[in-house]
C-alpha cells in the first residue's frame, strides 16, 4: 500500500503527491487542488505547466484581447479532472473556445452539456482562476471564426463521459478538436486511450471498470495536452506560474 504524506501550501490546502519510476517523490502542484484525496495511488507523471510551445516568448494582451476562436485552457475541479492529470502528465484538464457575443464574452465549452458559459464565470470555476490563452497562427487567423460556426453545431449535446469519438455526445477537447479539424485546421492528434493509461493507478484503474468495464482497446480520443502543443498554436496569455 502506497502511503502519502500531505503538506501545507500558504494556502493549507491539501497537496497531490506525484509517483515517479518507482522512487517516492512528493512533488507539489502549484496551486489549491480540491480534489487530492483522488488520487491516493501510484502515478507516474510529472504534470508540466505549460504546452511544449510555450517555449515562445508570451505575446502581451492584445488590443482585442480575447478574441473569438481562441482556446482558453484551465485546471478544471471536476472529479475527473485527477484522472486527466495522470494520464496526461499535463495540468490542463478542460478547453473551451472563446466566443464574442453582443452580449460579452463567453467560452463555448462542453460541460454537462455543449453550451456558452460567461467568460469570467468560466475562469472563475478554474482551480485558483489560472487559465492559458491560446490562438492559431497569425496565417490561420481566417480558420477561428469558421470553428466557432463549426462548434456551434453541437450545442445542446450532452457531455460525453464515455469519450466516444462519434458526434452523438461531445467532451471538451473532442468540441475544439472537431471544430478546428472541420475548419481546415487539425491541431491535436487522435490517441488510443488504452496507451495513455497507467493502471498502475489504482484509483485510474478503478475509474475505467466503472465507466467502461475493461478498458476500451479501439477507443481513440484526443486530449487538452494534445491540442495545447500544436505548432499552430501560440500563447496569448497565461497566468500559469
Known amino acids: 500500500m502506497v502511503s502519502l504524506r500531505l503538506k501545507a501550501l500558504s494556502s493549507l490546502e491539501a497537496l497531490v503527491f506525484c509517483f515517479v519510476s518507482s ?22 507523471f510529472i504534470p508540466q505547466m505549460l504546452p511544449d510551445n510555450s517555449i515562445k516568448e508570451l505575446c502581451p494582451p492584445e488590443k482585442d484581447f480575447p478574441r473569438t476562436g481562441d482556446i482558453i ?11 486527466i492529470i495522470s494520464a496526461t502528465g ?43 490563452l491560446m490562438r492559431v497562427l497569425p496565417e490561420l487567423s481566417y480558420v477561428a ?6 462548434a456551434e453545431k453541437f450545442l445542446g449535446k450532452d457531455y460525453d463521459v464515455l469519450f466516444d469519438p462519434s458526434d452523438k ?3 471538451c477537447s473532442e468540441l475544439v478538436q472537431k471544430a478546428y479539424e472541420r475548419s481546415g485546421a487539425t491541431l491535436g492528434k487522435w490517441e488510443k486511450f488504452e496507451g495513455l493509461l497507467d493502471l498502475r493507478n489504482m484509483a485510474l484503474a478503478r475509474e475505467v471498470k466503472k465507466r467502461w468495464g ?10 487538452p495536452k494534445s491540442i495545447l502543443e500544436s505548432p499552430l498554436l501560440y500563447i496569448v496569455y497565461s497566468n500559469f506560474n
Do not use: C
Open 145 to 150: 471564426e469558421v470553428a466557432v460556426v463549426e
Open 23 to 44: 522512487a517516492t517523490v512528493a512533488q507539489e502542484l502549484p496551486f489549491n487542488f480540491n480534489h487530492s484525496s483522488v488520487l491516493m495511488e501510484e502515478t507516474t
Open 90 to 132: 499535463s495540468l490542463y484538464t478542460h478547453l473551451g473556445l472563446v466566443v464574442e457575443r453582443n452580449e460579452g464574452v463567453f467560452v463555448l465549452e462542453a460541460s454537462s452539456t455543449v453550451r456558452y458559459t460567461p467568460f469570467q464565470e468560466w475562469i472563475n470555476r478554474g482551480v485558483d482562476k489560472k487559465y492559458t
Open 73 to 83: 485552457a484551465q485546471t478544471s475541479q471536476s472529479y475527473q479532472s485527477p484522472f
Open 169 to 171: 455526445k461531445m467532451y
Open 214 to 223: 475493461r478498458v476500451p482497446e479501439s477507443l481513440s480520443i484526443v486530449t
